[in-house]
Antibody, heavy 117, light 107 residues
Framework: EVQLVESGGGLVQPGRSLKLSCAAS????????MAWVRQAPKKGLEWVAT????????YYPDSVKGRFTISRDNAKSSLYLQMNSLKSEDTATYYC??????????WGPGTMVTVSS | DVVLTQSPATLSVTPGERISLSCRAS??????LHWYQQKPNESPRLLIK???QSISGIPSRFSGSGSGTDFTLSINGVELEDLSIYYC?????????FGAGTKLELK
């Protein structure tokens, strides 16, 4: 059974940094692209980042490019999201998702990030 | 960026009826259009991939159609457990984008 479990969320001040983690199990992690998708409170879904199987290629939307960095450790079956220069508009639940071709086939339960002073 | 417009924003339904949800893209996405269901306080779940391809474990009452810019998610015989928000997502071009969602509520 595919399982994705995020951690690392919490309350952080604007301008500060936070690193999220996602522990994967139930599949061969190194064979799949992985992604982060977020959802602001009572809002829709927004794709945040994708990383290739080896980690050599990463993709971001303009809203987070230059501030967020996605990475992975295939030996630990873990995915990460380093978030710098956080803004209030980054407040959201962050989901780790397995990225198949051009869709997301499994999602974790999410971790909440609140950016506020 | 490709904008996905979902309609209606909210749909009031009666159990057993057949319903259709719309997703319209601002430019062609071919069939790189996927549907997700999000129940209250849960993470999204993939329902349909590539506009019309079924997903293992998803009830057969869910089906999808369309290509290019116009897509439809149909539920043949709505059940109470289907009361959720439904999102479409395009994977044709970066950045990947989602529609704003259609909420199914009980009439």
């Amino acid at each position: 059974e595919v399982q994705l479990v995020e951690s690392g969320g919490g309350l952080v001040q604007p301008g500060r940094s936070l690193k999220l983690s996602c522990a994967a199990s139930g599949f061969t992690f190194s064979n799949y692209y992985m992604a982060w998708v977020r959802q602001a409170p009572k809002k829709g879904l927004e794709w945040v980042a994708t990383i290739s199987t080896s980690g050599s290629r990463t993709y971001y939307p303009d809203s987070v490019k230059g501030r967020f960095t996605i990475s992975r450790d295939n030996a630990k079956s873990s995915l990460y999201l380093q978030m710098n220069s956080l803004k209030s508009e980054d407040t959201a639940t962050y989901y780790c998702a397995r990225h198949r071709e051009w869709y997301f086939d499994f999602w974790g339960p999410g971790t909440m990030v609140t950016v506020s002073s | 960026d490709v904008v996905l417009t979902q309609s209606p924003a909210t749909l009031s339904v009666t159990p057993g009826e057949r319903i259709s949800l719309s997703c319209r893209a601002s430019e062609s996405v071919d069939t790189y259009l996927h549907w997700y269901q999000q129940k209250p306080n849960e993470s999204p779940r993939l329902l349909i991939k590539y506009a019309s391809q079924s997903i293992s474990g998803i009830p057969s009452r869910f089906s999808g159609s369309g290509s290019g810019t116009d897509f439809t998610l149909s539920i043949n015989g709505v059940e109470l457990e289907d009361l959720s928000i439904y999102y479409c997502q395009q994977g044709n071009s970066l950045p990947y984008t989602f529609g704003a969602g259609t909420k199914l509520e009980l009439k």
